[in-house]
DNA sequence: GTCTATACAACGATAGAC
DNA sequence: GTCTATCGTTGTATAGAC
């Protein structure tokens, strides 16, 4: 866990502030052992932990690992990314989401209940006990899922289509959401954890879109 | 924490409303209360447990207390109360279900919200929190929680309004409100987790409506 | 040689200080 | 309003593994 900074010492002449010179790292691929990957992952944890989703930087989380921030691009693509590789969800909501959003604003609810019954279909409700376990469990990860949920789901889906209180609008749509995942793949109520893709869409899209476009008070 | 029977204790003073409520008079010799309800817990959570909520019984956990079933309904109330109790969860949700019923189908959404509200706003989102921890960390728990939901909801409530389809929708209902629950209190997504009583029932109780009475495909 | 992990620099956006 | 600091991200050159 310790994201000790690997710390080559000598050399690089002084580039601008001469103060405190912190990590002269060279260039080019790091001999062979050191992992990067995992230390951004472990960096990325404590920091994530420590100051929620929107407090943690690339910045400071490359640092803590010791290397450089554009190492989050490279390995896991973004910020969003990191985090979900973090919270080890199955999938990256910003990724599913960000290309089930174009089209028909008014059949956005049916696109968003149908691939997330695929992708949960398919990983099972495992991961998903694991997320909601370590939520209940741990205040820090239910901040971090909470400022997660609310700046990507605002950011990505909710701004794209709706008019106005776009803030509620979207943890409304959480809500229905995370709810369904939990009563078809945790508790597993009958018939709805059997039901088939068509019927829950047809059930639980309408509601959605409300919640998405529809008249609130 | 729970919502148990109450507590005939030595000195329970009279508030003026009789109840029709099965109310112990203390008279007689005083049992090991104390323990015979402790007993009856234990009992009943090795066996709705093992069982879940529709196979075990009454029966069964009293002889495995060592009691009489009838200190069932003395200490708890009744089989569900008992579950309540096991579950540690915050009200009784047969209870509150089954006095919000009554009225306009129409509005029936808008009570239970409304009431919802009240209970949870009062015991804060421990208790759930504890819930779902243990919903999601332990199968038996939530194949308890899955039977007692169905059932419970499904008798109570859907029954008294709904047309059709009475299961599916009683597990649709368990989504919005379970998804709520977790979203305001667990999660606390702002505006809704400080959302007052009312704006959360505009928005959320004409999805519920639409579950309990509404079309379904 | 190729491939890839890496560091550095710089860009557009955004929020806060002045 | 302008200025500044900082954010996430991108482009590109380079060093090491293969």
Redesign the pocket.
């Known amino acids: 866990m310790a994201a000790t900074a690997?710390d080559p010492g000598p050399s690089?002449a002084g580039?601008?502030t001469a103060q405190g010179d912190p990590?002269?790292?060279?260039?080019?691929?790091?001999?062979?052992g050191?992992?990067?990957?995992a230390q951004l992952l472990a960096a990325a944890r404590v920091e994530f932990a420590e100051r929620g989703y929107?407090g943690?930087?690339?910045?400071?989380?490359?640092e803590r690992a010791?290397?450089?921030?554009?190492?989050?691009?490279?390995?896991f693509?973004?910020?969003?990314s990191?985090f979900t590789a973090v919270l080890d969800l199955p999938v990256d909501p910003g990724a599913v989401l960000a290309d089930v959003v174009p089209g028909d604003p008014e059949r956005l609810a049916e696109r968003i209940i149908g691939r997330l019954l695929e992708v949960w279909d398919a990983t099972g409700g495992a991961p998903l006990a694991a997320v909601l376990q370590s939520v209940a469990a741990h205040d820090a990860a239910a901040r971090m899922l909470r400022e997660f949920v609310s700046r990507v789901l605002v950011a990505k889906v909710v701004s794209a289509v709706a008019p106005d209180q776009r803030e509620l609008r979207a943890g409304l749509c959480g809500s229905q959401v995370l709810g369904l995942a939990v009563v078809r793949y945790v508790l597993k109520v009958e018939p709805l954890a059997s039901a088939d893709h068509a019927t829950v869409i047809g059930a639980v899209a309408p509601n959605l879109q409300r919640y998405l476009t529809g008249p609130l008070p």
């Open positions: 690997d690089r580039t601008g990590a002269p790292r060279r260039r080019g691929r790091r001999p062979g050191a992992d990067t990957r929107d943690a930087t690339v910045r400071v989380i490359a010791g290397v450089d921030p554009a190492m989050v691009n490279h390995w693509g973004g910020k969003e990191l």
